[in-house]
């Protein structure tokens, strides 16, 4: 990468670090594309260089700090899992690993209100690569993805619609962060939470198709597709 691009890159990162902090101190309503620039320390035109507006901008960091959050937990998963192995314990099926991240992610949220209100119900989002041009040249959203695939790849059976699966659970997460974390309703965050894995175990248990038919060798076809052309970039 050339000096002018590594310019460009850090200027960009300014600017999405400057309006995240803004966004989640002064709020998106009352922040102003002269208030991002000048937190950047660059000038307004140099802004439209890199976003056409405020709501691009948000949508941008929406997308990476929901695939970030993620990847954080499928960092933690990998450190577990590694300890679980040391202790010879059993191998981790692939909705332990499921629950794991869901967890992890809930936990995180509990924590991090700030971040909590700034995704709001949208950290499905980085999952809607084609729909969305913030998502499309994510690294952070092709690690995950890439992650889970393989995660799948390794199961000796077929799921249904993975990526699918996978947003409806991350909607699933949204609802509970935002209703019950945030307004605490209609129950408490560890009243629920049996209740939320319960019924993904249930979603996971559905999704699996019978070995041997021609619709599992098709979806474990796409896996292995999926696979080896991100591999190939």
């Known amino acids: 990468m050339g000096k002018n691009e ?4 850090k200027k960009r990162n300014d600017l999405l670090k400057s309006a995240y902090q803004l966004f989640t101190t002064v709020g998106f309503s009352k922040t102003t594309i002269d208030n991002i620039a000048a937190k950047a320390d660059v000038g307004k035109g140099t802004f439209y260089l890199y976003f056409k507006d405020k709501a691009e901008i948000r949508e941008q960091l929406i997308v990476n700090q929901s695939a970030i959050l993620l990847n954080k937990a499928v960092q933690e998963l990998t450190k577990y899992e590694k300890k679980q192995e040391e202790a010879g314990a059993p191998a981790m099926t692939i909705t332990d690993k499921i629950i794991f991240i869901t967890d992890y992610v809930i936990n995180y949220l509990s924590k991090d209100i700030a971040l909590l209100k ?6 499905s989002w980085g999952m809607l690569v084609n729909s969305s041009s913030a998502a499309k040249d994510n690294e952070e959203i092709g690690s995950f993805q890439q992650f889970l695939m393989e995660e799948f790849a390794k199961e000796d059976i077929a799921i249904r619609e993975p990526m699918l699966l996978i947003f409806t659970i991350l909607e699933m997460i949204n609802s509970t962060c935002y209703n019950i974390i945030l307004k605490g309703e209609p129950v408490t965050f560890s009243e629920y939470k049996p209740y939320l894995y319960d019924t993904i175990r ?5 999704s699996i198709i019978p070995p041997g038919t021609p619709e599992a060798e098709k979806y474990r076809g796409e896996v292995t597709n999926y696979i080896d052309a991100h591999r190939e970039k």
Do not use: G, M, Q, T
């Open 6 to 9: 590594i310019k460009k890159r």
């Open 118 to 123: 700034f995704i709001s119900k949208n950290l």
């Open 202 to 206: 249930v979603l996971i248990d559905h």
